[in-house]
């Protein structure tokens, strides 16, 4: 029997460990690990998965993009694209950075707890490749978002990249600075996702208690001080509040089931392209 192939490219030097666990527990039977990839080096290894199997068989070899940098994966998996040729083609998934995984887990917990097409939602810290897909995933679900940063060049950049993708929807910058007025921003809001950078706390504890409208808060951050204060690292449900919320442990059991699911879907037809959207909807299906 064809054994299913999973080429992973990282940009990093040291490909992800933790990206290959998840790929050999997904099924995985053989994984080739590069490090160090760029953007120059795609063409050689995509046409080595291409060529190498006809037929039915094309299906069981697949590449995963990772590594720390979003924005540098973002390059390769379009340079994988560049180098297909028609139908000659194998699956792509990129989840550099867990970006996607988390972003989508984050989303369907928020979904448990509140309709998103009826709700007004603060990403906080939105402007970095976490936020920004968590933004991207809510406004295609119809919900009113407002994305923060402190730099209202910064949000705004976000917002109009986030808009591109999704077409249609609702997605507002606004700047907050350090130490400045979040309980403003957040008012009204029902849904409140941290996406800050890990050890930065975004809002306090006691702004979040008075949160009258809150249904669900998340954060993502799971380094110490909370990025969303009252929240617990492992909370999963766990009240806050009027609301209930969820800490980056909290969300990490479905973030690791989709990660392995889409692992797994990749293997179904050799013209999968596994980004954001693909991986929400991997995401909602488990729910
Ligand atoms: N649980 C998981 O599996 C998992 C996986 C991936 C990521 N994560 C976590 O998810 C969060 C988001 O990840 P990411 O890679 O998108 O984050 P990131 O790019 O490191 O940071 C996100 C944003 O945080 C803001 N920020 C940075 N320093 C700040 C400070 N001192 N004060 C206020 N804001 C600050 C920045 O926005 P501005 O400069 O625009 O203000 C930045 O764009 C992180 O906490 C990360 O650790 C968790």
């Known amino acids: 029997m064809t054994q299913r192939i999973l080429i ?4 990093d030097l040291q490909p992800s460990s933790f990206d290959s666990v998840v790929a050999i527990d997904a099924g995985v039977e053989q ?3 590069y490090g160090g990839v760029q953007v120059t080096s795609v063409e050689t290894l995509v046409h080595g998965a291409m060529f190498t199997r006809g037929g039915d068989d094309l299906c069981k070899t697949a590449i995963f993009i990772g590594g720390s940098d ?8 379009k ?6 040729f028609g139908p000659v083609r194998v699956s792509l998934m990129l989840d550099a950075n867990g970006c996607n995984t988390t972003a989508s887990a984050a989303v369907v917990a928020a979904s448990r707890h509140a309709d998103l097409a009826d709700s007004r939602v603060v990403v906080l810290g939105g402007t970095g490749p976490v936020g920004r897909r968590v933004a991207q995933l809510l406004a295609g679900d119809g919900a009113r978002v407002t994305l923060t940063s402190r730099s209202i060049e910064r949000a705004t950049r976000a917002c109009s990249e986030v808009m591109e993708t999704v077409g249609e929807g609702e997605v507002t910058p606004v700047a907050i600075a350090p130490g400045g007025q979040t ?15 890990a050890g930065i706390e975004l809002v306090d504890k006691e702004t979040m208690l008075g ?3 809150l249904k669900v ?11 969303v204060g009252g929240v617990g690292v492992t909370d999963k449900a766990a009240p806050i509040g009027s609301g209930v919320g969820y800490g980056a442990i909290g969300v990490g059991g479905l973030k690791m089931k989709t990660h392995r699911m889409a692992i797994e879907s990749l293997f179904t037809s050799n013209d999968r392209v596994l980004d954001a959207h693909e991986i929400y909807a991997i995401a909602k299906s488990i729910g």
Do not use: M, T, W
């Open 183 to 197: 309980a403003e921003a957040l008012s009204g809001a029902e849904i409140v996702i941290g996406c800050g950078a």
């Open 8 to 11: 992973q490219l990282d940009s």
């Open 79 to 84: 340079a994988c694209r560049d180098a297909f």
């Open 211 to 213: 949160l009258d409208s």
């Open 31 to 33: 994984l080739l690990r």
């Open 70 to 77: 979003v924005d540098v994966a973002e390059r390769l998996l």
């Open 217 to 227: 808060a998340i954060d993502l951050n799971a380094v110490p001080p909370a990025g």
